[in-house]
């Protein structure tokens, strides 16, 4: 069965404290992982998609990266206003185009 | 602005009665879908359509129905049957892919429906 797990749950850190967010996928036949920003009682925001193992994505203080069972949402130096939900999902070849998402980790980032 | 739309935000539902949550997008994408959210979980999949009259069910379909008889309109319509229909539910829509691009899924900001 095609799972996506994201770690922590939660995570708080002082701003200006980097760290990153895991999502662990066992899938037969990755097409794609994407990573969504999203806000309490807003729908997630598209962030990055990853095709394959190596391959890295960065917007602002973000920086995705994926291997051949996981990838990583590295926040560097991060801002209060980078609190939020993020979430990971995979289109697997077997889906149609549908998606399965992981249930997300939410950051919190305090001054 | 391109977007989709979801509405009401709020919606309220009393026992035995039906409800249709509407899904309209302006981004001319062919794929429309609709997500459960419940608190601690992830999105699942209640149905899809790849394109006009077409539609499939996806993981937690029972319980609700789908019509799609315009591109951009997708409405969610959860019955009685449905007996555990408070939630956050979301709808999406997807460009068709070109070359080896895999395009990604847009949301709305979602209806929170409740159980009066």
Redesign the interface.
Known sequence: EDQVTQSPEALRLQEGESSSLNCSYTVSGLRGLFWYRQDPGKGPEFLFTLYSAGEEKEKERLKATLTKKESFLHITAPKPEDSATYLCAVHVNQAGTALIFGKGTTLSVSS | DGG?T?SPKYLFRKEGQNVTLSCEQNLNHD?M?W?RQDP??????IY?S?IVNDF?K?DIAEGYSVSREKKESFPLTVTSAQKNPTAFY?C?S?NRDRG???Q???????T?LSIL
């Open positions: 989709i979801q794929a879908y997500y601690g979980q992830g999105l699942r999949l899809y790849q499939q996806g979301l999406a997807r080896n691009s895999n990604p899924q847009h949301f709305g900001d979602g929170r």
